[in-house]
């Protein structure tokens, strides 16, 4: 399985920017996706993630401003970010679980994971 992740950069805060995620060499036709991501000196979280019923679920601190969506088609997800804060630094890894359901958002573990994509929220 791979997981080819593309849109990180550089924002100023109050800005906006889009993740892809494209699943590649996988077999299955349903399971969930997300992202986690990892601050600087912090531990990696569960940020948002997506049913294979495209149930979105959202950690408290991104709900309102992130959105998830999938595109089955491409076999691509997106998580865009909107009114993007200095604390929303950090490495995003893109996520695929061999299961069709995320259950608990902090308690995820996923089966797959991207590279990393850094995005980095700066005036």
């Known amino acids: 399985v791979k997981l080819v992740e593309s849109g990180g950069g550089r924002v100023q805060p109050g800005g906006s920017r889009r993740l892809s995620c494209t699943v590649q060499?996988?077999?299955?036709?349903?399971?969930?996706m997300g992202w986690f991501r990892q601050a600087p000196g912090k531990e990696r979280e569960a940020v948002a993630g997506l049913d294979s019923d495209s149930t979105a679920l959202y950690a408290d601190p991104v709900k309102g401003r992130f959105t998830i969506s999938r595109d089955y088609s491409r076999n691509t997800a997106y998580l865009q970010m909107d009114r993007l804060r200095l604390e929303d630094t950090g490495t995003y890894y893109c996520v695929v679980d061999d299961g069709p359901f995320i259950g608990w958002l902090r308690l995820w573990k996923p089966t797959y994971w991207g590279q990393g994509a850094e995005v980095v929220v700066a005036s």
């Open positions: 060499d996988y077999g299955r036709s349903r399971y969930a």
